[in-house]
């Protein structure tokens, strides 16, 4: 099977990915089989789930590079520079070709000696919003540490974006989330989150350690929970949330809220 005819199946696998399981906008309504942070407990401004407990990081855990009120903050020549000082490289896309996105850009190098690549053809997938471009940086350090040098993903940038369960718009409609599937390493070989992310039951607690879990899927899921536990991500969607995420995760940055959401 050639790289194009996998990632259709890739995407069709997703239903194109056009809604994604997102939290409503108030943490009332954040459904109790969600994990969250606590208040405080990240260190950067985290908030709370409703009926979430605490997602504790490991010892190698990447370091939020700013608290949310300092992203949230953040006007689009500021990300930039931000982004810049920290060795990121990337064009900045016109407003008008990226509607709904805020400060909109495309990388055209590594984030943080990582590789965010579309495993796809669409270029307008990679467009991504600066401040999701900020956590990504933060990320990197823990994607290196465990190996890996390269994430592949199904999409970022999908105009019109909504979520599945509620209809509100999605994260991928402002560039804000990444549908992440494969993290590979510089020898080639990769995790796959379909093939790795063994255990898919719906509704499984995300982020409590696990006696006698496979390897693969352990270094998956840790790297997502530090990412969670460094507050890095705001909405975290595994293949633990539904039927639709069973070959991606869903890591979405949402500055503008008080919880914490993963499932």
Same mark, same amino acid.
């Given at each position: 099977? +050639?790289?194009?005819?996998?990632?259709?199946?890739?995407?069709? !696998?997703?239903?194109?990915c056009v809604r994604e399981g997102v939290p409503p906008p108030e943490p009332p309504s954040v459904p109790s089989s969600g994990e969250g942070i606590g208040p405080g407990s990240? *260190?950067?401004? *985290? *908030?709370?789930?409703? !009926?979430?407990?605490?997602? @504790? =990081?490991? $010892?190698?855990?990447p370091s939020a590079l700013v608290t949310r009120a300092e992203l949230e903050a953040m006007d689009a020549r500021e990300c930039h520079a931000f982004v810049r000082e920290r060795g990121g490289r990337f064009e900045v896309i016109p407003e008008a070709d990226a509607r709904g996105v805020i400060a909109p850009i495309r990388l055209s190098g590594p984030?943080?000696?990582?590789?965010? @690549?579309?495993g796809g053809r669409s270029r307008m997938h990679e467009i991504?919003?600066?401040k999701l471009t900020v956590s990504l940086l933060g990320w990197a350090p823990a994607l290196r540490a465990a190996g890996f040098d390269r994430i592949e993903h199904a999409s970022i940038y999908r105009p019109g974006a909504r979520v599945r369960s509620t209809g509100r718009q999605s994260g991928?409609? !402002?560039?804000?989330?990444? +549908? =992440?599937?494969?993290?590979?390493? $510089?020898? !080639?070989?990769?995790? @796959?989150?379909?093939?790795?992310? =063994? +255990?898919?039951?719906?509704?499984? $607690?995300?982020c409590p350690p696990r006696q006698g879990e496979p390897e693969a899927q352990h270094v998956l899921r840790t790297l997502v929970c530090d990412a969670v536990a460094a507050d890095l991500f705001q909405v975290v969607v595994t293949p633990?949330?539904?039927?639709?995420?069973?070959?991606?995760?869903?890591?979405?940055?949402? $500055?503008?809220? +008080?919880?914490?959401?993963?499932?």
């Open positions: 099977m +050639d790289r194009a005819m996998v990632i259709a199946v890739l995407l069709v !696998g997703c239903e194109a990240s *260190g950067s401004g *985290g *908030g709370a789930a409703s !009926g979430a407990s605490r997602v @504790e =990081a490991s $010892p190698s855990a984030l943080g000696g990582v590789t965010i @690549e579309h991504m919003s600066c991928h409609a !402002g560039g804000g989330a990444i +549908d =992440a599937f494969h993290f590979i390493r $510089p020898d !080639g070989t990769r995790l @796959e989150v379909e093939r790795d992310w =063994a +255990d898919k039951t719906i509704g499984a $607690p995300v633990h949330g539904d039927r639709h995420h069973h070959n991606h995760v869903h890591l979405e940055v949402r $500055p503008d809220v +008080d919880w914490t959401h993963v499932r």
